[in-house]
Nanobody, 123 residues
Framework: VQLQASGGGLVQAGAYLRLSCVASGRTFSNNGMGWFRQAPGKEREFVATISWSGSSTFYADSVKGRFTMSRDNARNTVYLEMNSLKPEDTAIYYC?????????????????WGQGTQVTVSS
């Protein structure tokens, strides 16, 4: 089982990026999915989660209104659209597959993790 995240890069403040995470080895269409991030010297923090069907999403306060998470179960892929990026969004972004159909904001809610993709936002 593998979760492959991509789409990161170096952008200026205010820019847009879209991260993708493709699952292989099994389907996660019945599982909630999440995005977390980890900045240098900081703990991994929750960013967003989406329910198995995509009908329900939940965001960290720090990204609410700027980030949008979505999924395409036919492609076994989840996305994170990031608008109005800020320097404080700089981090490695990880996608994760949840243990159940609705996953929360704790890292223990997830049992599969991708390798991460670097997002760097310059001021």
């Amino acid at each position: 089982v593998q979760l492959q995240a991509s789409g990161g890069g170096l952008v200026q403040a205010g820019a847009y990026l879209r991260l993708s995470c493709v699952a292989s080895g099994r389907t996660f269409s019945n599982n909630g999915m999440g995005w977390f991030r980890q900045a240098p010297g900081k703990e991994r923090e929750f960013v967003a989660t989406i329910s198995w069907s995509g009908s329900s999403t939940f965001y960290a306060d720090s990204v609410k209104g700027r980030f949008t998470m979505s999924r395409d179960n036919a492609r076994n892929t989840v996305y994170l659209e990031m608008n109005s990026l800020k320097p404080e969004d700089t981090a490695i972004y990880y996608c994760a597959a949840g243990r159940s159909a609705y996953s929360g904001s704790y890292y223990t809610d997830y049992n599969y993790w991708g390798q991460g993709t670097q997002v760097t936002v310059s001021s």
